[in-house]
């Protein structure tokens, strides 16, 4: 199984790509839904990461 899928793409673009595979055929249905989960998992993740960053940044600001 093979299909386009970009690692440093959007969230939004990495599931795209899962989708249109899907729709296409060259990843099962099943498999799709466990990859979308997945990026949708790394997705969660990141904000997470993002958040923390700022919520730091803002208490490092306040403590100037």
Same mark, same amino acid.
């Given at each position: +199984?093979?299909?386009?899928?970009? %690692?440093?793409?959007?969230?939004? #673009?990495?599931? @795209? $790509?899962?989708? /249109?595979? +899907?729709?296409?055929?060259?990843? %099962?249905?099943?498999?799709?839904? #466990?990859?979308? @989960? $997945?990026?949708? /998992?790394?997705?969660?993740?990141?904000?997470?990461?993002?958040?923390?960053?700022?919520?730091?940044?803002?208490?490092?600001?306040?403590?100037?």
């Amino acid at each position: +199984m093979e299909f386009n899928f970009n %690692p440093q793409a959007s969230t939004s #673009q990495q599931v @795209e $790509a899962i989708l /249109a595979a +899907m729709a296409e055929g060259s990843v %099962p249905v099943d498999l799709g839904k #466990q990859l979308i @989960e $997945a990026v949708r /998992a790394l997705a969660d993740v990141r904000a997470v990461e993002n958040l923390e960053e700022r919520v730091a940044a803002l208490e490092q600001k306040e403590a100037r």
